[in-house]
């Protein structure tokens, strides 16, 4: 897929940041600067996801690289919780049990481990879009006809949808959607496809003043003078419109702010540092920064909440990278959390980009 770019790598550190916070006690604290940041946080995880999109490989092999990647890990995490459950005699095994094939936020134990499955079909789902119809060679304007589209279609399949989750979950039905958020993939794969077709505007990016002042104004703007929200997980996509523009001038944003932070060493490798282990931290922060928070509301009082919540938030995300370390030294769990290699002929295959009439 070509050498990577810092700024991306930046950005991907930024973006787990922000979602990490959104499952702290800060988010509560903070709960306006939060929804703020909710309008773009996912639509930025889907782009940066796009980024680096490629139909290089065959389907086959595709498909077992992703699997590989984004399932196993979830499987491997989700099925060790299940069998604490069946070992301490909880109730619940078999909902719990379905609850992880069914794969969204309010079916599982460890509710942002919804992005995994989700992540999974949307790229399932483009690789056979942009394969099969050949969109890297469709012009600007068909490209930003079937991203607005997406998002239109995805806002009225989310809202059809909503509710016919079954009951057997003890969850809103309404907030449960439908099996892996198929109900709102569209909106994904709309984010996802964006980061795919801008993928060689971001590589050469260079924040432009005039265009980052108006996409701040926007961003603002939508903030302070509308009811505009995003929350995908709760099947949320308030004021469509307004909601879209803040999300857009919200990645802009950030991939500004990647951009200028990567031309310093030192916040470049800090924020890079938290990017490469994204999935550790997607996987294990929720469940580390809720265990620090009760731990410490133990001890001191409610006047305290601030640095508690800040404590707690700080070793939800740094716990993580220990754990990435320390999986990746063990060669049976590394099976679990980390892709098997491939052969170094088929990955350097997989690097080298393919002409657009070669496509099969």
């Not at 299940?82 to 969204?104: K, M, N, Q, S």
């Not at 929200?229 to 803040?246: F, K, S």
């Amino acid at each position: 897929m070509g050498k990577r770019v810092d700024l991306v790598d930046v950005a991907k550190g930024i973006s787990i940041l922000l979602v990490a916070f959104n499952h702290s006690q800060l988010s509560s604290l903070f709960q306006d600067a939060n929804n703020a940041m909710g309008l773009f946080r996912m639509p930025l995880f889907f782009f940066l996801s796009g980024v680096f999109f490629s139909t290089v490989r065959s389907p086959r092999d595709f498909f077992i690289h992703k699997t590989d990647a984004l399932l196993k890990p979830y499987f491997a995490t989700l099925i060790f919780l299940l069998l604490t459950t069946i070992l301490i005699g909880r109730e619940g095994v078999l909902r719990e049990a379905l609850g992880i094939f069914y794969g969204t936020g309010f079916t599982i134990r460890w509710r942002p481990m919804w992005f995994l499955t989700h992540l999974w079909l949307v790229f399932m789902a483009c690789y056979i879009l942009v394969r099969r119809f050949r969109l890297d060679g469709t012009s600007v304007v068909f490209r930003f006809s079937l991203v607005v589209g997406f998002i239109l279609l995805g806002v009225i399949t989310m809202n059809l949808f909503r509710g016919a989750a079954p009951t057997l979950f003890d969850e809103t039905p309404s907030w449960v959607g439908m099996p892996l958020s198929v109900d709102f993939m569209f909106i994904s794969m709309a984010f996802f496809l964006s980061g795919h077709f801008l993928h060689r505007q971001v590589k050469a990016f260079t924040p432009q003043f005039s265009l980052l002042l108006l996409m701040g104004c926007i961003y603002f703007l939508v903030v302070f003078f509308s009811e505009a929200r995003i929350d995908l997980n709760t099947r949320v996509y308030r004021e469509p419109v307004l909601a879209t523009l803040a999300a857009v001038s919200g990645i802009y944003l950030v991939i500004s702010g990647a951009y200028y932070l990567s031309r310093y060493p030192g916040a470049k490798a800090f924020f890079k540092t938290f990017g490469s282990a994204s999935l550790f931290i997607l996987i294990f922060h929720y469940f580390l920064g809720r265990k620090m928070q009760w731990l410490l509301d133990q001890f001191l009082s409610p006047d305290w909440l601030l640095l508690t919540a800040a404590v707690s938030f700080v070793f939800s995300v740094t716990l993580p990278l220990l754990s990435k370390i320390i999986i990746s030294k063990n060669r049976f769990l590394s099976y679990f959390y980390f892709p098997f290699k491939q052969p170094a002929r088929e990955a350097g295959q997989a690097a080298e980009p393919v002409p657009y009439n070669k496509i099969p």
